[in-house]
């Protein structure tokens, strides 16, 4: 029952009990719901009958498939296993009040439509609440619900260039250049999983109706993960600016070229600085008075900078980092994602997930980084076929054949209820 405490079963993870219905698509609310997925979480996705979740047509690559007949979006893939997908036009009555049937046994709502669309479809958190006083639903949107820019576009390069981090992000007098993956998205996914937490945590410790609403935007998220930088202006008054691979508060804290690649050091702390010499067979530079302390060397980054410079350029990666493993000083070469996921380290900690799908064979993920002794994450679930679940969904749910039957002549649900599958036909238009 919705609000009241339960004792999670362990082998099923520490939401298990918990049902989330997701009416988000592309990258930030998915990567959420995704990870209430692997702690244990019953997800129900909702999506666009015939073009469901926009990312299903980002490809390639894709798994399975072939030019004429694309596979599995590997895009779509990488955030929404562990979910059970139901096509609903939510644009329709009929689909509205299927959805409303929905959130009433639903402990939590997700969704990342513009800021006003659920509710001028009677879907917002009070219409829903009225049935559901337990109900924690979590709108995640480009710039929040209120404030001058709620009601504009966003987009993950945007947000990074608006919140600061292109600003910072790229080589010293360079262009401005965004973060590999969409960390505006990932950011503000974690946010909301860590919000909604909070909420069902809030929710068991409390008493009456002890439902609420969440509001998480991109933009405050890139702001809120400025962190340091940010004080570093607050204190300074001036805006920090690119500097590569180097660190404004550490050196060094940076990559090196090497005769034949790069090395990353992380001199985090005085601690490392004579090993580093040590390794380096730079004694001249453990004597001298400008480099004794990181504040001294942070004042003379500079002259430290062309020394350390000029002693990688002599060295191969390979002989650099042995000679500073050998030192205990915390180096890296810099990986491509071959070299990453065939880590020992990262096998060891599961972070290569397999999955058997039906149409696209075996499929690959990094796992989930969230390791518990008692109720482990599980990937129960392949990343769900477009309505492969619309018809066991709405059964669950009290609807019967002549119900269903209802919802296809009303447009809610597809003319096959849902149960082909297909996901060759997904728009990727109206994306945030």
């Given at each position: ?16 009990g ?36 926009q ?7 894709s ?14 893939a990488?955030v ?27 402990d ?12 001028g ?11 559901n ?5 979590c ?19 945007m947000?990074?260039?608006?919140g ?14 965004r973060?590999?993956?969409?960390l ?17 945590l809030?929710?068991e ?13 991109l ?14 202006y ?10 590569g691979?180097?660190?404004?508060n550490i ?22 600085w ?68 065939a ?23 990094p ?5 518990f002794?008692?109720?482990?994450t599980?990937?129960r ?22 119900d ?11 003319a ?17």
């Amino acid at each position: 029952m919705v609000g009241e405490a339960r004792t999670p079963s362990g082998s099923d993870g520490p939401l298990s009990g918990v049902t989330v219905l997701d009416a988000s698509r592309v990258l930030v609310g998915p990567f959420c719901t995704m990870q209430l997925g692997d702690l244990g979480a019953e997800v129900i996705k909702i999506e666009r009958p015939g073009e469901g979740d926009q990312t299903r047509g980002w490809h390639p690559p894709s798994f399975g498939g072939d030019e004429d007949e694309p596979g599995e979006s590997a895009y779509y893939a990488s955030v929404n296993r562990n979910k059970r997908s139901v096509e609903l036009n939510l644009s329709t009555e009929a689909g509205q009040a299927v959805f409303r049937d929905l959130a009433r046994e639903a402990d939590v709502v997700v969704e990342n439509f513009r800021v006003g669309t659920m509710d001028g479809w009677d879907l917002g958190y009070e219409d829903l609440r009225e049935d559901n006083p337990g109900l924690i639903y979590c709108g995640i949107s480009g710039y929040g619900e209120w404030g001058p820019d709620r009601d504009k576009p966003a987009y993950d390069i945007m947000m990074q260039a608006r919140g600061g981090l292109m600003s910072i992000t790229g080589v010293e007098g360079g262009a401005p250049v965004r973060v590999g993956v969409a960390l505006a998205d990932i950011g503000a996914g974690m946010y909301a999983t860590q919000a909604i937490l909070a909420a069902l945590l809030d929710r068991e410790l409390g008493e009456g109706e002890a439902g609420q609403k969440i509001d998480v935007s991109l933009l405050d998220g890139q702001a809120a993960w400025m962190s340091y930088m940010a004080t570093n202006y607050f204190a300074s008054g001036e805006s920090p600016r690119r500097m590569g691979s180097k660190h404004p508060n550490i050196v060094p804290y940076r990559a090196f070229e090497t005769a034949d690649g790069y090395v990353v050091v992380a001199c985090s702390s005085d601690t490392f600085w004579p090993p580093l010499c040590a390794a380096l067979d730079r004694p001249d530079l453990l004597a001298d008075d400008r480099f004794e302390t990181n504040a001294k060397r942070v004042q003379h980054r500079e002259a430290l900078d062309a020394e350390l410079e000029a002693t990688f350029a002599e060295l191969t990666t390979e002989t650099a980092l042995d000679a500073l493993a050998e030192h205990d000083v915390p180096a890296s070469h810099v990986r491509d994602m071959a070299e990453v996921f065939a880590d020992p380290q990262l096998a060891a900690r599961g972070m290569r997930v397999e999955m058997d799908h039906p149409t696209a064979g075996t499929v690959e993920m990094p796992g989930s980084p969230m390791h518990f002794s008692r109720s482990p994450t599980t990937y129960r679930r392949h990343p769900p076929l477009l309505g492969e679940h619309t018809t066991a969904v709405l059964r669950e749910h009290g609807y019967g054949d002549g119900d269903i039957d209802r919802l296809r002549e009303a447009g809610a649900i597809p003319a096959d209820g849902g149960t082909n599958g297909s996901a060759a036909n997904a728009s990727a238009t109206d994306a945030e």
